[in-house]
């Protein structure tokens, strides 16, 4: 799990710090349209993996940010760190998260795969999907999105639409090579200016 870039880049100085209208260089190949728009899920990510390598056993893992000067949580398994705010992104055993009593819920009766998938469900994150129970959906099985104009008006159309009808956090992008990803979320543009 690396972080996915947003595909245009951010004002760092601005207060939320949202997107600007320039793209990203490094999403380019979204732009040119090689890429599978996805629905990005609003819950909070977990995975079932074995981090020990191939072979090693697997378990269930919570996503989990530390910020710069904090202690990482026991068990804490470091990914990458975000040059920009100094966060190191990895996993922690889902028994210690704060969400583990939710993903029990969910996890109830369901044959796991190897992967990421994303928590939803009442108790997370104020419900923004708009779930009656706690499920766990495949982040390999999200839904494929028809996002044909890629203007940043455009695609800020087709994220804004899509959280207001379904409660979806943003689109992500999978590049046919399958190792590059990149997002957008609603909350990422600035609010439109009223007259």
């Given amino acids: 799990m690396k972080k996915i870039p947003t595909i245009f880049l951010r004002d760092w100085d601005g207060t939320p710090k949202h997107v600007t209208q320039e793209p990203n260089t490094g999403c380019a190949w979204v732009f040119n349209g090689e890429g599978v728009a996805t629905r990005k899920y609003d819950g909070t990510c977990v995975a079932y993996l074995a981090l020990d390598g191939a072979g090693g056993t697997p378990g269930w893992y919570a996503r989990r940010e530390v910020k710069?000067?904090?202690?990482?949580?026991?068990?804490?398994r470091p990914l990458?760190?975000?040059?920009?705010?100094?966060?190191?992104?990895?996993?922690?055993?889902i028994e210690q998260?704060?969400?583990?009593?939710?993903?029990?819920?969910?996890?109830?009766?369901?044959?796991?795969?190897?992967?990421?998938?994303?928590?939803?469900?009442?108790?997370?994150?104020?419900?923004?999907?708009?779930?009656?129970?706690?499920?766990?959906?495949?982040?390999?099985?999200?839904?494929?999105?028809?996002?044909?104009?890629?203007?940043y008006d455009g695609i800020r159309a087709a994220v804004t639409r899509l959280a207001e009808q379904y409660g979806c956090?943003?689109?992500?992008?999978?590049?046919?090579?399958?190792?590059r990803m990149a997002k957008i979320k609603a909350r990422d543009f600035p609010k439109p200016s009223t007259p």
């Fill in 169 to 179: 956090e943003g689109i992500v992008w999978h590049h046919p090579d399958g190792l």
């Fill in 97 to 151: 998260s704060a969400f583990a009593r939710w993903h029990a819920e969910a996890l109830d009766g369901m044959e796991p795969q190897i992967g990421t998938y994303e928590l939803v469900g009442p108790k997370v994150n104020g419900n923004p999907e708009r779930k009656d129970c706690h499920r766990l959906i495949r982040h390999a099985e999200a839904e494929v999105l028809d996002v044909s104009d890629l203007t």
């Fill in 68 to 76: 710069p000067g904090k202690t990482a949580p026991d068990g804490f």
């Fill in 80 to 93: 990458s760190t975000d040059e920009e705010t100094g966060k190191t992104i990895g996993w922690e055993p």
